[in-house]
């Protein structure tokens, strides 16, 4: 599966949406599609193993039609059917991958949304999350940046995308005032000017780097002062993809979310990808 955009592939809503989303990424980028798809694991019960193996007998089926239909549109397509944690297998999965793209569910929709967070955080490679209601003709790529080393992986991702798609790539950033408890009252407005031109700064060397890099791309950026996931899923738009970073570390921390990338992911109903 080395350099093939794999998709995960459920009985969720979110799924069709997140095949289409892929193939069509597959034929733009003219890697290999591998539909894949995890039975869960075996708990010991008397007679389990005759169930694991129809379950996987009949799914690998349902894949291979769906990969047929997809074959005669012009994408190299592969079928894979594991039985185990869907999370570890899934990123098991992605090493190697050029993408691994999954359904999104909404906040608080059981156990499918909390796997979804788990396998973005994970992945050793991006995760593109496609929510149901994903536009299917959306234009632009935008990303989220904030300086950190997660920031540039993501601008980097999301610049080649945006060539990929021969599309505009919008950079977005946002700023705060340090929060201070009780009866404060204005701020300064000089204070809050500086706080933008700093921000502005740092987003416009961002895009001249990126310029240098892809000569041809339209590059645009937008500074504005609020919550960055907000600012982020305002910019979204029906954007057709938007890119954030995922600031995991350690064993446990990746698999968590950082909390904007979790806020996106979570608001967005465009395609999100998570670079870590």
Known sequence: ??????????????????????????????????????????????????????????????LEHQADLLRSTGVSC??????????????????????????GEKRGQGRRGQHGYRIAAGSH??????????????????VGVDGSEVSDAAVAFAAAEAERFGDTLTI??????????????????LY???????????VDRVAETVG?????????TRVVEGDPAAAIADAA?????????????????RFLLGSVSEEVVSQVTTATAVVR
């Open 1 to 62: 599966m080395s350099d093939s955009i794999i998709v995960g592939v459920t009985d969720a809503d979110s799924s069709q949406r997140a095949v289409d989303w892929a193939a069509a990424r597959a034929r733009r980028g003219g890697e290999p599609l591998v539909l894949f798809s995890v039975v869960g694991g075996a708990t010991g019960a008397v007679g389990e193993d005759d169930v694991l193996t129809a379950a996987v007998a009949a799914t690998r089926a349902r």
């Open 78 to 103: 592969e079928v894979l059917v594991s039985h185990g944690n869907p999370v570890a297998e899934l990123v098991e999965a992605s090493k190697g991958a050029t993408l691994l793209v999954i359904g």
């Open 125 to 142: 490679s991006p995760v593109v999350v496609v929510p149901l209601d994903a536009p299917t003709d959306g234009q632009g790529v935008v």
């Open 172 to 189: 977005v950033s946002a700023w705060m005032p340090v929060a201070v408890p009780g009866d404060f009252g204005v701020y300064p407005d």
């Open 192 to 202: 809050l000017t500086d706080l933008n031109a700093i921000t502005q700064s740092a």
């Open 212 to 220: 240098e890099a892809y000569p041809d791309l339209e590059v645009q």
């Open 237 to 253: 738009g029906s954007a057709l993809l938007v890119v954030v970073g995922s600031h995991g570390r350690g064993a446990f921390a």
